[in-house]
């Protein structure tokens, strides 16, 4: 089992960024896929972006693709995810998850492993 834990939230105004940070401990994090995950109040988790465990394959969600990038260093046991040109719709507490059972890496409950999350809150 790995423990991850987010960093780098906070206030940031519309057309902003912000750079994400996971951070795994207990297990190396390079064995694992991750996948980053959010959640706005009265809603329910959804995806944002996915990276295989040695970067050969990422994906992201619809509504962030070609603003969002999910980028590793293994050797820091470390996640990123970039976020640019941010939108007031991108609030929510954003989770990282690691080690998915399946294949379905888009799914919540797929994932073995996730950090405390972190607020990430768009407005001017």
């Known amino acids: 089992q790995v423990q991850l834990v987010e960093s780098g939230g906070g206030l940031v105004q519309p057309g902003g960024s912000l750079r994400l940070s996971c951070v795994g401990s207990?297990?190396?994090?390079?064995?694992?896929?991750v996948g980053w995950f959010r959640q706005a109040p009265g809603k329910g988790r959804e995806f944002v972006a996915y990276?295989?465990?040695?970067?050969?394959?990422?994906y992201y969600a619809d509504s962030v693709k070609g603003r969002f990038t999910i980028s590793r260093v293994n050797a820091w046991n470390t996640v990123y995810l970039q976020m640019n040109s941010l939108k007031p719709e991108d609030t929510a507490v954003y989770y990282c998850?690691?080690?998915?059972?399946?294949?379905?890496?888009?799914?919540?409950?797929?994932?073995?492993?996730w950090g405390q999350g972190t607020q990430v809150t768009v407005s001017s």
């Open positions: 998850a690691a080690d998915p059972m399946g294949s379905d890496y888009d799914r919540p409950n797929e994932y073995r492993n």
């Open positions: 207990g297990h190396t994090l390079k064995s694992y896929a």
């Open positions: 990276i295989t465990w040695n970067s050969d394959r990422q």
